[in-house]
């Protein structure tokens, strides 16, 4: 069935470094590809996400990169700080996003000041 | 400018219960979507609804049923609870592409 891998299970960085979290995929067929932060207690927010057609996507500090051919997509955060830290979902997608979102196990990022 | 509304925000339940959870989505969206979260662990996906039909099911037992209404708004129900179904439940609703999530219900199983 759909799988979707994720590591580093966690991550810890001093504030100012960059932090990387990469996923994989199984499903050929998806072509979305969104990224959710999650602070304790609150629910899943979407920070970023990527289609298929798109090899990589800037918003600020935070980029995603996807290569189909390996089935993999990563999450690239510069410049951390404090308030990044959370624990941070992949998920993959069907029909560009309209079907059911198949989700890793997340990243449990902390930013040490 | 209202986001994805859930209710209640926490219940407790004992086992072989029933419980009704409730997801108003974001005005004009109109596909609902349900997620269990277990501790820990990322959100599976439980249920699809758009325009008032199931769109897509998840690999969870027939206890599990859910609904949509004309306005767009969803009850998921679970039937005969078992501690194991303790876990967040997520709302989301989606325009066509792109979900947003609500901020879930809590239910403990006792």
């Known amino acids: 069935g759909e799988n979707v891998e994720q590591h580093p299970s966690t991550l810890s960085v001093q504030e100012g470094d960059s932090a990387v979290i990469k996923c994989t995929y199984s499903?050929?067929?998806?072509?979305?590809f969104p990224w959710y932060k999650q602070e304790l207690g609150k629910r899943p927010q979407l920070i970023i996400d990527i289609r298929s057609n798109v090899g990589e996507k800037k918003d600020q500090r935070i980029a995603v990169t996807l290569n189909k051919t390996a089935k993999h997509f990563s999450l690239h955060i510069t410049e951390t700080q404090p308030e990044d830290s959370a624990v941070y979902f992949c998920?993959?997608?069907?029909?560009?996003?309209?079907?059911?979102?198949?989700f890793g196990k997340g990243t449990k990022l902390t930013v040490n000041p | 400018d209202a986001g994805v509304t859930q209710s209640p925000t926490h219940l407790i339940k004992t086992r072989g219960q029933h419980v009704t959870l409730r997801c108003s989505p974001i005005?004009?969206?109109?596909?609902v979507s349900w997620y269990q979260q277990v501790l820990g662990q990322g959100p599976q996906f439980i249920f699809q609804y758009y325009e008032k039909e199931e769109r897509g099911r998840g690999n969870f037992p027939d206890r599990f049923s859910a609904r949509q209404f004309p306005n767009y708004s969803s009850e998921l129900n679970v039937n005969a609870l078992l501690l194991g179904d303790s876990a967040l439940y997520l709302c989301?609703?989606?325009?066509?592409?792109?979900?947003?999530f609500g901020p879930g219900t809590r239910l403990t199983v006792l």
């Open positions: 499903d050929s067929a998806s072509n979305y």
């Open positions: 005005s004009g969206h109109k596909s």
């Open positions: 998920a993959a997608s069907r029909g560009g996003g309209s079907e059911k979102l198949v």
């Open positions: 989301a609703s989606s325009p066509s592409t792109g979900q947003f």
